[in-house]
């Protein structure tokens, strides 16, 4: 085992397939640092479930298809380990030892929270949220810190939560003596890419590319995404912003720049072409990755292998935390 290898630790929510967004945010992230670092990774059902609390089968139904969709863009289960966060219980155990090291100030502020409880009004009604969902930045410190991560490679809006674990750690480590590295977060370097309407991409708003998409599924997106009246394929954010992201979903799957897209297709009248080699390209691109999808989809039980091993490795790192965190409280008994 080698003892001096950083580590990584990052996660997602089961609450439905993984889709480009995540890919460029934090997918690809992951897959390319996990020859050089420790790589854990977390399917965050109990984070899940804090809102969807009423739903938990949704959760439950969830969980193998995001295992799916990381080991289908490359995470390989020889260098990396994949686990069911509320199947270490340490986790919760830290959450509550880290709840006093935070204030309900510092998490109303939190920007990435106000801006999902103002978007979650059918579940907080007037802003009333729960405890639990207002508290899950403090339990996503635990998820991190259980493990003694490094590095957290995430999407822009996870920075706050990044923030917030490391003043949990830096203040833990100030008043019981020093346990937590202080992790830093590692965010693309892509543009934040947005659904094909230009909103936030959102299951609600049917505007994401899964990963999983068939090309009849990606066409029928791609041709209906908003564009605008002047038909010119100018990287232009300000001005043309549906254009610009929709040439950023060209180059994530081509690798082309920007010049070379315009140049592709300078002199077009319409939107036609750049849309139909949009979804070639981007049922290109994707189907190597549909293809081990459908492999890892067919055998469940390799997946349900990994995640027993995935398993073994987080709780043992768990339970190494959870003893060095007693013996510095004091609860050691
Ligand atoms: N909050 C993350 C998201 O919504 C998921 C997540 C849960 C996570 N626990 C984590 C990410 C720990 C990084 C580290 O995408």
Redesign the pocket.
Known sequence: MNQQKKRI?????PTGRLHLG?LVG?LQNRVTLQDQYETLV?V?DI?ALTDNFKDPGRVRTNILEVVADNLAVGLDPEKSFIFI?SQISEIAELTVIFSNLVSVVELQRNPTIKQEIADKGYLFKGGNVTFGFLG?PV??AA??LFSRANL????E??LP??ELTRRIAKKFNEYYGEVFPLPEGLVSNTPRLMGLDGRKMSKSFDNAIYLADSKDEIASKVMKAKTDTKAEIVYDPEHKPEVSNLMLYYQIATGKSFRAIEAEFAGQTSYKLFKEKLVMALDEFLSPIRTRREYYTQHPELMLKLLIAGHQKASQEAKVTMELVRQAMKINY
């Open positions: 630790l990052t996660g997602d929510r995540h934090s977390m965050a984070q966060q899950y339990s996503q998820d991190i957290v490679p995430v999407g809006d996870q939560m990044i």
